[in-house]
């Protein structure tokens, strides 16, 4: 009877292991479904379901299991329930990564509390925080995004280009604004920069006279606008030109809509900045699945999630293992050279490279090269605003 | 020359803005110190009546721009002025027939109208959310500029610039015109008189006949009127959003309490002081210091007294100094 018990037992756990190794992959999708972003969330899910749909046509990874998305709610802004979220795909759905999370306060909490205690690797398709950069990770943590560190080196460059060496700079006043004035200063003084006045914007005021007042009098060649084009950096714009004390403003990327040139008008002519920006092959590739699954591919961050999934599935596949521990040092190998290149669609092909042992530089929607502490180097297009119009001048 | 330059970055920076910004807070400070006087309480559902009016003038500010009337360079908001003030002047006297009657009927407690018209405060700011929503909204049109900072510049060949937008131009002559007119109805006509009188002695003034029900409701018609005068102008000279209008209430209120609650004059001063205070305190004087001192005098610092973040805060300081020093205002209100 015992030996009979003992068998079973053994035979059950045999066969649980067995189901383990051949059920489906699960990986989890952590995004914020409510909250602040739940507008570009939806695009951004799309995007990265697609690339499971697309890994499991082409016959799933590691000799045939398929993957399953798992979702749960970010909410964006709330850390305790992302983290509650987080530890329930980690515990009752057992997912062997997460595809998340979105803002920058709750990737960082639930990287700290559930991702490196439970041993999951993340890929972060929108944290743009420097923060994260030194985060303790235990090389868990990636993001397809570029950080604001690097957005801050960008803009010093440009300025730097037109040997600008005096500006004042204004930043809409949250951890966005601040984390990006603070990046951008640092590069911009290392360079030999003089910032004047480094001046927070509240969003959503009637009037920014004070602002341009305290702006105006500390002078600098261009102001350096922080914020929102359709919030407080445009308002503060308009008092600047009203007032007549700045004519030439570089703008970050949060500037960056055509509805800003339109209201302001002729008087923002000469004014430049940069923007992430992806060309090439690959977000052309990615245009045309994204079109022929009715998912919009300009939104924002929706490349970047396709790109995110398909990096997990890769990394896993050159492992040979669902284990964090194992494929955690694949990510990086995957996104960057040496390797075959892969584009958007091809992920099968990929999958068989990685299979027969090759080498895959994946180049995805967004040219993914991943830098660092695993964060997207991020390409740039500097522009400078022409009758009404962005003009590229180059990419960065 | 440096004085000069000097001069007009200060006219530019501080006295122009604060100019204007000092017209529209006394306007709306005229309304709460009328309603203190006359119906003796503070009405903190003044800045949502502003947003009311302002909002039934944009609308029709729309309807006339959409049917193609325009008055030049003037904006067509001034055309439609007088719709939004009889649509204010609606609202409050429903709200007055409807709920402060009760109240006055039984002699409520001030701090129980007080209370009431908090409550008022929030359903006008939801009615005015619900039929406009809640985002910025802009109404102005005609010409921008009196004096751009371009013209000014190649008009006089100095460095800096001092500018004059249509806007701040007609908020100070409307604000001059809408007081001359306010002073002389108060002083001179005979309702503005039995107004007075009941702001003096209730008593003595139902004693000599004067009905309390007709002084209320020319009261709640002027103050709907200059709500909405305020709120326009205001809103053409900065942007139109309620939630601005809701933090307005502070400003206008330290307004009405340094100038002495109750007293018309005093709300004028005090709008004017706070407004001043608000812009003078927050500006850096570095600029127009670099201008005035001989050369490498000029300051390295900013020169500026608190940063823009406390704007507000300005106004909280100067109404607990007042009320420390003299609870009654300026011009001895009848608060205290």
Known sequence: MKKLLSATAISAIATAAAAQDAGPVKIGILLGYTGPIESIVPGM???????????????????????????????????????????RMVTSDGVAAIMGADCSGVTGAVLANVAVPNGIAMISPSATSPGLSSADDNDLFFRTSPSDARQGEVLAQILADQDIDTVAVTYTNNDYGKGLSDAFIQSFEAQGGTVTLNAPHEDGKADYSAEIGALDSAGGDVLVVLGYGDQGGKGIIRSALDAGSFDRFMLADGMYMQ????????????????????????????????????????????????????????????????????????VMEVANAPGEPILPGELGKAMQILADGGDVDYVGATNVELIGAGEAAGNYREYVVKDGEYETVTFR | MDLLNAFVALMNFVVIPASAYGAQ????????????????????????????????????TWALQGAGLSLGPVPTALLAMPVGIFGAAALVLLTDRAVYRFYRRQKAAPVILVIVSTGLMFIYNGVVRFIIGVDDQSFDDGARFVLSAREFREATGLQEALTLRTSQAITLITAVIVVALLFWFLNRTRTGKSMRAFADNEDLALLSGISPERVVAITWIIVAALATVAGTLYGLDKSFKPFTYFQLLLPIFASAIVGGLGSPVGAIVGGFVIAFSEVTVTYAFKKVLVYLLPDGWGPDGLVQLLGTDYKFAVSFAILVIVLLFRPTGLFRGKSG
Not at chain 1, 64 to 78: K, P, Y
């Open chain 1, 45 to 87: 899910t799309a995007s990265a379901e697609m690339a499971i749909s697309q890994i499991n046509e082409a016959g799933g990874i590691l000799g045939g299991r398929m993957l399953e998305a798992v979702r749960a709610d970010s909410t964006c802004i709330d850390s305790a329930a992302a983290t509650a979220a987080a530890e």
């Open chain 1, 259 to 330: 509805s800003l040139l339109d209201d302001v008008g002729a008087a923002m002519d000469g004014s430049f900045g940069a923007v992430p920006w992806s060309e090439g092959e690959g977000t052309s590739a990615f245009q045309t699945l994204a079109d022929e699954a009715q998912i919009d591919a300009e939104s924002t961050y929706t490349r970047e999630s396709y790109d995110a999934m398909a990096l997990l599935a890769m990394a896993m596949q050159a492992a040979g293992s669902t284990d964090a521990n194992e494929y955690k040092s694949k």
């Open chain 2, 25 to 60: 807070l006394a306007l709306g400070a005229l309304g709460v110190t009328l309603i203190y006087a006359i119906l003796r309480f503070s009405n903190f559902a003044h800045g949502d009546t502003m947003a009311f009016g302002t909002m039934v003038t944009i609308l029709v």
